[in-house]
């Protein structure tokens, strides 16, 4: 695996590729990688001849009161696990060279509608920076395919509206979330967890499933999202949504009309869990 340490090395790397008739797929990634990100490499090698892995923390989704500063950060370990994975470029930029003018001079994109509601309206601002951010990235490496997990479902609907709106010439990709053997969805953010949140944690696997098999066998909304409710309070969490919505994550019809999803946010003590389940 190579390292493309400044963007004027990343550059002059894809163009010897492109020179060579190779297309790119990118995996953007915040490091601290697990048996997820690692999938994505797989799968984007799939997709593309070549495989670039970015690891940037970005600054500008995390809100004032988050885990910034504390967020996992593992460059060594990084490397290890995407050379071993068969990628074929690292690139780890600095935050000035992803934000040249600075984080508070830098061009922020919104985008409308699917930015502020779920996630976003308790993380306001969090989802521009996810389209900034991966803006920025779609421009330093001009990837044929962006590699995104569907963990992370509301974040990979903005980032395909982003480019269809801007008319990116890049294909947006998801790729179903991986999981430990008792469901719990992988993320970084679960060695936060102590070990009786751990235990608990795959609770939320367990309310996506009744939340699928409730609304196929046609309970309503309400009831579906009443119910998952009351068994996260009852186990512990804090719930920021569990909700029943339509795929582009409209409100659902009654009866539903459509294809669904089940969407659950939701903390145990500080550290925040989202997960989803396809109807």
Not at 80 to 97: I, N, Y
Not at 218 to 228: I, P, Y
């Amino acid at each position: 695996m190579l390292t493309a340490d400044t963007l004027v090395d990343l550059r002059a790397l894809a163009a010897q590729w492109r020179a060579r008739g190779d297309d790119i797929a990118l995996v953007p990634t915040m490091g601290n990688l697990h048996s997820g990100h690692l999938a994505l490499v797989a799968a984007a090698r799939a997709q593309c001849r070549r495989v670039v892995a970015t690891v940037f923390v970005n600054p500008t989704q995390f809100g004032p009161n988050e885990d910034f500063q504390r967020y996992p950060r593992t460059p060594a370990e990084d490397a290890l696990r995407l050379a071993e994975a068969g990628c074929d470029a690292l690139f780890a930029p600095a935050v000035d060279d992803v934000y040249p003018l600075g984080v508070a001079q830098a061009t922020r994109i919104e985008v409308p509608g699917l930015s502020d509601i779920l996630c976003g309206s308790v993380r306001p601002g969090h989802f521009a920076g996810v389209a900034s951010v991966v803006l920025r990235l779609f421009n330093m490496v001009e990837p044929d395919v962006g590699c995104f997990g569907e963990k992370d479902y509301q974040q990979l609907l903005v980032i395909r509206r982003l480019a269809k709106d801007l008319s990116l010439r890049v294909r947006v990709v998801g790729f179903p979330t991986v999981r430990s053997e008792d469901g719990l969805a992988l993320s970084s953010r679960n060695q936060y967890l102590d070990a009786a949140q751990r235990a608990t944690a795959p609770v939320i696997w367990r309310v996506l499933q009744r939340m699928r098999d409730a609304r196929k066998a046609g309970e309503g909304a309400a009831a579906v999202e009443a119910h998952a409710y009351a068994t996260l309070l009852a186990s512990g969490f804090v719930a920021d949504y569990a909700t029943i919505r339509n795929a582009n994550l409209s409100a659902p019809s009654e009866p539903a009309a459509g294809r669904e999803i089940a969407l659950v946010a939701a903390r145990l003590g500080t550290t925040r869990l989202i997960d989803n389940l396809l109807i």
